[in-house]
């Protein structure tokens, strides 16, 4: 995926978990939330037996699952 994708699909990833967890923030933690979302989302879903996202689509839906988790362990650890 090329750098401006990645980008993309983070920024979306970002914003759409944070809709889902109720948090508020700027475009580049969204981003960054979304692309490090994207690293955590595959690992667990690979420890689980789930293999890795084949389209854009799938990997949106990793990294969103990803981003929730991080936020959620972000409130977690910072409340």
């Given amino acids: ?36 979302g994207g690293a955590v989302g595959g690992f667990l879903l690979s420890i689980i037996g789930l293999g890795g996202a084949t389209n854009i689509i799938g990997s949106i839906v990793v990294s969103v699952f990803g981003a929730c988790v991080l936020i959620a362990l972000g409130k977690a650890l910072f409340k």
């Fill in 1 to 36: 995926m090329g750098i401006i994708i990645s980008l993309i699909v983070g920024g979306l990833s970002g914003w759409i978990a944070g809709q889902i967890m109720k948090t508020t923030h700027g475009v580049i933690v969204n981003i960054i939330l979304g692309i490090v």
